[in-house]
């Protein structure tokens, strides 16, 4: 009431006007969006926290006496009213004009009209684009013979000027830097996009333009008389391994065509050094090439420095190159303590890791890990032990390359290709039971060279699972017992071989290295994995044994069965700079077959929590309709086979490195098969968008650089679980009941 009370125009200096809309129209709606015209707007107004000038409101808390510390500290934490510019307002129209002389519109007009109201204005830029220019004629004159075949012959198809397009700047700008790029990446060392000049002559009342093309000769800034342009060479290749001064006495090694010059000792395999390097000897020079060089380089984690120097031979039309390369330090610890208060229980973990970055000189990275914790349990009856007791042990052996019959090592360097081995044991104690989880995989790596692509192939990962003790008393109250048998539960604590074979693509619209938040950008991902197929033919050749269950086993342990398939889209919409759009999709369908009647538990999807349905809490969604009341074994029951998941999310950002959400969930989670022990939970195409549930709430995040800390807060609006007053929380809300609070790291999607 009070910020609602303030009058903003006691801030506003007598003359001035405040700047309180601004709108962008054109005659051409297909121009307006494919320009963006209104990304052109000089002058802002406000910014809004969804929808409202909430920083304004908070200045205007500060009055009008500056000496008080109060009204300092308010207009620092606010924003200032934000007054008309005629300046910036001039400035929004040559810049609008620009980008449409640039696209062909070379009559265009930007008009702009004041609706002033008081101490406040609205601005309106009306834009009139006309007719737009086009290519009647393209003369090319090359005045280098050498390059008249590239130019002339070899590349016209691929010219970005044709007759009858439009007139473009951009176009022109593109041609001359995709001709330059051309020559250099065909040996043609010292040619730049400057060596080429566009003319233009526009036909009297006409809207046609003849364009010309001129390619000059090579000349050095007028110190030199014009001469035809090198074709250049690569000579002698050089790698200078930890050299501080290539003058400095060193070692050398002469190997297939390259020099090795180090001091002292030579850190990487000879081998990995060429294969990464696209820079060869007696070859034309490339562009493309070189500058693939070095980031081939920089992939290599055993590389901290590296720098390629080219040197023209005096008199000749040879390149020398030097590439230098200086190691990282191999060797790294790490050491990491945690502690945790789970529901009261107090516990802590330890671990420590070593990594080799460079384990046989060929930037294979070797890391070993050690962890364990201990928890204090309370609360437990019937059983002998209180305490809980993890111990792990992890090593995995990256290499920096594919390694697979057939493939070709410079296919693997320019597609960033690797291969992991890994091998994990992990001990569980509980009073309830001890677990041991055996798990070796080898995965392969790669991408596309825009590094948009991901793709990862997991060629095997073997799962074993074995539960040498169980407690009579667990056994007794969960397993065994008659009328509380749980198929779910029981399942998952006996040995089980999981043999897993899968593939990952995952594509970035704006690269692997980008960040999507706040702009225009999708990235879609899919896998696929299967399991027990190979072992289900062995055993059924060799015509196996059976256990009690009549599944096949193999070396007297059942193996699971299944086929995954997970399809997940995002994509984010960019409003203005403080203001975006995000939507994500996902679906997994999962589905047990053969040697198995349901998915081990770490395959199962759950719903709910910070990257899921948020108005519910962890793993506390589904599925169907189901409403577990066994509170003990829920975390089971709460799992299925198939998984949808909708969010559609509103980004603000607020002030210095804190943005605001507001956002929508739907989403649940189904079995294929009915359970008993899940009723209501199975996949119906006729009832299941009725068992959807729906849920919003608002966010708070932190970009701290590195990653992003994120506070959500969500309310169920529809609880497929319940039916009457209870299914619709929105209406009906139960604060203890529909809310949930999620701490996470990183954005939802």
């Known amino acids: 009431m009070l910020i609602g009370a303030c009058s903003v125009e006691k801030y506003i200096p007598e003359g001035e006007h405040m700047l309180t809309g601004v709108a962008v129209t054109c005659d051409d709606e297909e121009v307006m969006k494919t320009y963006r015209l209104g990304d052109y707007v000089t002058q802002q107004t406000n910014s809004k926290w969804f929808g409202a000038r909430v920083p304004l409101k908070i200045y205007m808390l500060s009055g009008t006496d500056t000496t008080k510390r109060s009204c300092r500290f308010w207009r620092k934490l606010g924003e200032a009213p934000v007054l008309y510019d005629s300046v910036k307002s001039e400035r929004t129209k040559n810049d609008i004009e620009q980008v449409l002389n640039n696209a062909g519109y070379m009559k265009a007009e930007v008009e702009e009209f004041k609706m002033v109201k008081g101490k406040k204005m609205n601005v309106l830029y009306n834009v009139h684009p006309k007719e737009r220019y086009t290519i009647r004629n393209i003369h090319r004159i090359?005045?280098?013979?050498?390059?008249?075949?590239?130019?002339?012959?070899?590349?016209?198809?691929?010219?970005?000027?044709?007759?009858?397009?439009?007139?473009?700047?951009?176009?022109?700008?593109?041609?001359?830097?995709?001709?330059?790029?051309?020559?250099?990446?065909?040996?043609?060392?010292?040619?730049?996009?400057?060596?080429?000049?566009?003319?233009?002559?526009?036909?009297?009342?006409?809207?046609?333009?003849?364009?010309?093309?001129?390619?000059?000769?090579?000349?050095?800034?007028?110190?030199?008389?014009?001469?035809e342009h090198k074709q250049y060479t690569i000579g002698t290749v050089k790698f200078l391994t930890d050299v501080t001064n290539p003058n400095e006495p060193t070692d050398s090694i002469h190997y297939k065509g390259y020099d090795f010059l180090y001091q002292e000792n030579l850190h990487f395999r000879k081998r990995l050094l060429i294969s990464h390097s696209l820079v060869r000897p007696n070859e034309l020079y490339n562009d493309n090439h070189y500058r693939r060089t070095y980031t081939n380089y920089a992939r290599l984690g055993a590389i901290s420095f590296s720098n390629i120097n080219l040197t023209e031979r005096p008199g000749s039309d040879t390149l020398d190159c030097n590439i230098i390369v200086n190691h990282a330090k191999p060797h790294s610890f790490g050491f990491d303590v945690e502690a945790t208060n789970s529901a009261?229980?107090?516990?802590?973990?330890?671990?420590?890791?070593?990594?080799?970055?460079?384990?046989?000189?060929?930037?294979?990275?070797?890391?070993?890990?050690?962890?364990?914790?201990?928890?204090?349990?309370?609360?437990?009856?019937?059983?002998?032990?209180?305490?809980?007791?993890?111990?792990?042990?992890?090593?995995?052996?990256?290499?920096?390359?594919?390694?697979?019959?057939?493939?070709?090592?410079?296919?693997?360097?320019?597609?960033?290709?690797?291969?992991?081995?890994?091998?994990?044991?992990?001990?569980?104690?509980?009073?309830?039971?001890?677990?041991?989880?055996?798990?070796?995989?080898?995965?392969?790596?790669?991408?596309?060279?825009?590094?948009?692509v991901q793709h990862r192939f997991d060629l095997l990962e073997v799962n074993y699972v074995y539960m040498p003790w169980i407690s009579k008393t667990f056994k007794e109250q969960y397993l065994d017992s008659l009328g509380r048998t749980n198929a779910i539960l029981k399942y998952n604590y006996e040995n089980l071989l999981i043999t897993k074979m899968g593939y990952t693509y995952s594509y970035n619209s704006l690269g692997a290295r980008e960040q999507t938040y706040g702009k225009n950008a999708y990235t879609v991902r899919f896998n696929i994995e299967t399991s027990g197929n190979v072992l289900n033919a062995i055993t059924r050749l060799a015509n196996g044994k059976r256990n009690s269950a009549g599944q096949y086993t193999f070396c007297g342990t059942a193996f699971a069965q299944y086929v995954r398939g997970d399809f997940d889209y995002s994509k984010s919409i960019r409003i203005d700079k403080?203001?975006?759009?995000?939507?994500?999709?996902?679906?997994?369908?999962?589905?047990?077959?053969?040697?198995?009647?349901?998915?081990?538990?770490?395959?199962?999807?759950?719903?709910?929590?910070?990257n899921s349905?948020?108005?519910?809490?962890?793993?506390?969604?589904?599925?169907?309709?189901?409403?577990?009341?066994?509170?003990?074994?829920?975390?089971?029951?709460?799992?299925?086979?198939?998984?949808?998941?909708?969010?559609?999310?509103?980004?603000?950002?607020?002030?210095?490195?804190?943005s605001g959400a507001a956002f929508v969930d739907a989403g649940n989670i189904w079995t294929i098969r009915e359970y008993k022990d899940q009723p209501g939970g199975e996949f119906r195409f006729g009832t299941f968008w009725k068992e959807i549930a729906l849920s919003y709430g608002i966010g708070l995040r932190m970009d701290a650089n590195f990653f992003i800390v994120r506070f959500d807060a969500g309310m169920k609006a529809i609880d497929p679980a319940y039916t009457g007053r209870k299914h619709y929380p929105i209406l009906h809300h139960d604060f203890d009941r529909d809310f949930a609070f999620h701490f996470a790291v990183g954005l939802p999607f």
Do not use: C
């Open 142 to 227: 090359v005045e280098d013979r050498g390059l008249r075949h590239f130019i002339m012959v070899e590349d016209t198809t691929n010219s970005l000027l044709r007759t009858g397009l439009p007139f473009e700047v951009t176009a022109l700008n593109g041609e001359r830097n995709r001709i330059a790029a051309h020559l250099r990446n065909n040996g043609y060392y010292k040619f730049t996009k400057d060596d080429i000049r566009f003319s233009a002559d526009t036909a009297r009342n006409s809207t046609e333009v003849d364009v010309q093309m001129r390619v000059k000769l090579q000349q050095d800034n007028g110190r030199t008389e014009a001469r």
């Open 344 to 452: 009261g229980d107090l516990g802590a973990a330890l671990s420590t890791s070593y990594q080799n970055k460079n384990l046989f000189r060929g930037s294979e990275s070797f890391t070993f890990k050690i962890r364990g914790a201990y928890e204090a349990i309370t609360g437990l009856e019937g059983y002998d032990g209180n305490n809980y007791v993890e111990l792990g042990a992890e090593s995995t052996l990256g290499f920096p390359m594919l390694l697979f019959p057939y493939v070709k090592r410079e296919w693997g360097t320019e597609h960033n290709a690797s291969s992991e081995i890994a091998l994990q044991y992990n001990l569980q104690n509980r009073p309830e039971f001890q677990r041991r989880v055996l798990t070796a995989a080898w995965r392969y790596r790669w991408n596309n060279t825009n590094q948009r």
């Open 613 to 658: 349905v948020r108005g519910w809490s962890v793993r506390s969604l589904g599925p169907g309709t189901y409403n577990g009341k066994d509170k003990g074994i829920n975390f089971l029951n709460q799992s299925g086979d198939i998984k949808l998941d909708l969010s559609l999310e509103y980004r603000a950002q607020l002030f210095w490195k804190f």
């Open 578 to 610: 403080n203001n975006s759009v995000a939507f994500h999709g996902a679906i997994g369908i999962a589905y047990p077959y053969g040697n198995s009647d349901q998915l081990p538990f770490e395959k199962r999807y759950f719903a709910g929590g910070a």
